[in-house]
């Protein structure tokens, strides 16, 4: 998951790299046998459509394109909280200067994904944020 504008370049050049890698694959090397060249080609399609799967949910969420995040488990809610700030537009210095917070602890929640923070944090996150959880719990049949 991208989380921030400096990832966002970073994945962003390392998509381009990927293509230029499969456009040289895509070229006959008398040295590799063709199922060799095929697993490597397939290799780099599968990486470069993960990259371009993250820039685009980034891109999406940046330009406002999502309004709601479904969760499906408490685990989730730390991703819906990074997703949040994203499609506000927010920076994780801004978000931490609305909790009266360094920026440097906001990028470790993130990149931890929240791993370890109190319920009451992720309710101020949230609250930061403007962001309404709506909770359903369901019990399953044992």
């Known amino acids: 998951m991208i989380t921030n504008e400096r990832q966002y370049a970073i994945t962003k ?29 397939e290799g780099l399609q599968s990486q470069l459509q993960d990259l371009e799967s993250e820039i685009a949910e980034f891109e999406k969420l940046r330009d406002g394109k999502i309004t709601t995040i479904v969760v499906n488990s408490i685990v989730d809610i730390a991703v819906a909280l990074i997703q949040a700030r994203i499609a506000r537009n927010w920076t994780q210095k801004q978000l931490a200067e609305k909790l009266e917070l360094p920026e440097q602890q906001i990028q470790r929640y993130e990149s931890t994904r929240y791993k370890g923070v109190a319920v009451e944090r992720l309710q101020e996150v949230a609250d930061a944020l403007g962001v309404r959880v709506q909770e359903v719990v369901t019990l399953e049949q044992w």
């Open 13 to 41: 050049a390392q998509a381009e790299r990927f293509k230029e890698s499969l456009a040289k694959a895509d070229a006959p090397d008398k040295k590799l046998h063709p199922k060799v060249r095929k697993a490597m080609q």
